[in-house]
C-alpha cells in the first residue's frame, strides 16, 4: 500500500459470532459492531487456531500454528522476548506496535509490543493448563459451581473495571496521535465477554426470558467424542441445570452488548482523532464460546460456537461497507494480512497466507483453510482440526493402547449444527483421509506427532 495506514485492531475474548446483529441475531443489541460490519468487509467462516486463550493469541502473535509455536495452554509462552513475531516484523518496517488490554502473554515477554498503559496485559488466568490422566478427569479445579456464583449483576467487577480502563486507555492513545506520527498497530485488548459473567443489571434485563436455549437432540451426549465428554465432566458441567444453563446464557448475550457500548465508545474516539481516515479497523476474538450449546461450557473444543470468530475489516478508503466473504481463513491468516498491509517482510516459518487479495476481491483465488487445535486441560489427547470448503474434519489424537484415536467429520452446508457425525460412514473414508493429509501438511507434521511433543513439553514443565 502507498500510504501505509495505521491498524487498530480489538480484540475480545471469548465471543461466538453468533451473539451478533451482522452475524444473524436478532435478540443482541450490538450496533455499534454493526455498524462497523456495514463500513467493512465481513468474513463469515473465520476461525481461531485455538479455542484457549494463551495458545490463539499466541498463534497470532508468532504467525504459527500452536504445535509449531509451542504454547500449549495458558501457562507456556514462547521461548523468547525476540521471538520472531508479527510485532517485530512490523516494528522494523517503522510501524510502533502497542498493546492496551488482555493478550495473555504467560511470562514478562511483550514479543515486540510496548504498553500502552502501566499494567496492561493483566488478563484473566485459568490456572495450571496442563494435562491429566485418562482416567482422573471426574472433575477438576475447574468447578462449575464456582462459575455458577459469579453469575450475577454487579455494576463493578474486575473484568469491567479492565475492560473499561482499555477503553479508557486505548481512547486517550488514538486521540493524542497524529497524522504525522509514524504509523502505528494498537491491539485493543478486551477480557469480555468472557466469564465470570458478571455485568450490570441494565444489560442483563433486556435479555431476560428472550434468549433460547440450546437445541440438542435426544441421546445426542452418549455420543460425544470421549474429549468431550472428559470436558463436560473435568468442568462440572454435566451439574448444570436448565435454569442455570438460562440465566447464564441471558447473562453473555448481555455481556456482549455490553461489550458493544465499549467498542462504540473506541470508536468514537477514533473517529475525533486526526487518525481517524487513515486507520484500518478489525475487530476479532480469539476463540468462541459454547454457552450450554452440545451439552458444553466455556471453548476447549472444535464444535463452531468454539472455534469460529467473528472477523471484520473496515476501511472505506480501500474497500467498499457492506461486502461478505465466505472463504474459510484463520487468526494466522489475519495477522499475515497485517505484515502485508504494513510492508513486512514475509517469514517463510510463518503459517497461514495473507488476506489482503482476498479482501481486494471478493472472487479471487483463496485457498480456503481453516486448522485448530487444543491441548490444555480436561482432555485425554490432543486434538486438531481442518475445515476447507463446508467440510469440517476433527482428529482426537490416540489416548493411550487402548483408547483412541476419535474422529469426526461434518457437512457444515447440510448439517449446521454439527450433530451427524459422518466420521464412521465408509462412503466417506477418502474424504476423511484427504482431509488428514491436508491436516499434516499444515501442521508441517502428523497430528499423532504434535499430540507427542505436547506430552513431552508439559512433562517438562515448559
Not at 494498537?186 to 434485563?205: C, D, K, N, Q, R
Request: aromatic share 10%; glycine share 8%; hydrophobic share 35%.
Amino acid at each position: 500500500m502507498s500510504d501505509r495506514p495505521n491498524i487498530l485492531m480489538i480484540m475480545s475474548d471469548e465471543h461466538d459470532p453468533a451473539v451478533m446483529g451482522c452475524y444473524g441475531d436478532s435478540i443482541v443489541q450490538t450496533p455499534h459492531m454493526d455498524r462497523l460490519s456495514e463500513e467493512g468487509v465481513v468474513f463469515d467462516a473465520a476461525y481461531t487456531t485455538s479455542p484457549l486463550c494463551a495458545p490463539a493469541r499466541a498463534s497470532f502473535t508468532a504467525v504459527q500454528y500452536v504445535s509449531r509455536c509451542g504454547v500449549w495452554t495458558n501457562d507456556c509462552q514462547l521461548p523468547s522476548d525476540d521471538y520472531p513475531s508479527l510485532p517485530h516484523a512490523l516494528n522494523a518496517v517503522g510501524y510502533e506496535c502497542w498493546l492496551g488490554g488482555k493478550m495473555h502473554f504467560a511470562g514478562a515477554h511483550r514479543y515486540g509490543f510496548r504498553d500502552v498503559y502501566p499494567g496492561t496485559n493483566q488478563g484473566d488466568r485459568s490456572g495450571k493448563g496442563g494435562r491429566r490422566a485418562f482416567d482422573d478427569l471426574s472433575e477438576s479445579s475447574f468447578g462449575w459451581e464456582g462459575r455458577v456464583a459469579a453469575f450475577k449483576t454487579s455494576d463493578t467487577s474486575p473484568v469491567l473495571e479492565k475492560d473499561r480502563k482499555v477503553t479508557a486507555e486505548c481512547s486517550a492513545f488514538l486521540q493524542n496521535r497524529s497524522a504525522d506520527d509514524k504509523p502505528f498497530f494498537l491491539l485493543a485488548g478486551y477480557v469480555a465477554p468472557h466469564f465470570p459473567l458478571t455485568i450490570p443489571e441494565e444489560y442483563y434485563a433486556p435479555y431476560k426470558d428472550k434468549v433460547p436455549m440450546p437445541e440438542i437432540p435426544e441421546g445426542f451426549l452418549d455420543t460425544l467424542p470421549t474429549n468431550y465428554k472428559h470436558l463436560r465432566a473435568g468442568f462440572g458441567v454435566t451439574k448444570a441445570t436448565p435454569e442455570q444453563t438460562k440465566l447464564g446464557r441471558e447473562l453473555y448475550w448481555g455481556f456482549v452488548n455490553w461489550l458493544d457500548d465499549e467498542v462504540g465508545k473506541l470508536l468514537a474516539a477514533l473517529n475525533d482523532s486526526e487518525v481517524a481516515d487513515n486507520t484500518i479497523v478489525i475487530y476479532c476474538t480469539d476463540h468462541g464460546e459454547n454457552k450450554g450449546d452440545h451439552g458444553l461450557w466455556w471453548k476447549n473444543n472444535m464444535y463452531e460456537h468454539a472455534s469460529r470468530t467473528p472477523l471484520i475489516v473496515s476501511f472505506p478508503k480501500r474497500w467498499a461497507g457492506g461486502q461478505r466473504r465466505t472463504g474459510v481463513c484463520s487468526l494466522v491468516d489475519l495477522a499475515q494480512t497485517i505484515a502485508e498491509i504494513g510492508g513486512a517482510e514475509r517469514s517463510d516459518d510463518w503459517d497461514g497466507e495473507s488476506l489482503l487479495n482476498y479482501l481486494d476481491d471478493g472472487n479471487s483465488e483463496w485457498r480456503d483453510i481453516a486448522v485448530s487445535e487444543y491441548y490444555a486441560h480436561n482432555i485425554a489427547s490432543g486434538m486438531t482440526m481442518v475445515r476447507q470448503g463446508p467440510w469440517k474434519y476433527v482428529y482426537h489424537a490416540r489416548f493411550d493402547e487402548v483408547h483412541g484415536p476419535e474422529r469426526e467429520l461434518y457437512n457444515l452446508e447440510e448439517d449446521a449444527g454439527e450433530f451427524n457425525n459422518l466420521a464412521n460412514d465408509p462412503a466417506q473414508a477418502d474424504r476423511i483421509a484427504q482431509l488428514h493429509d491436508l491436516l499434516a501438511r499444515e501442521l508441517r507434521r502428523d497430528p499423532e506427532d504434535a499430540e507427542a511433543q505436547s506430552r513431552a513439553d508439559l512433562a517438562k514443565g515448559y
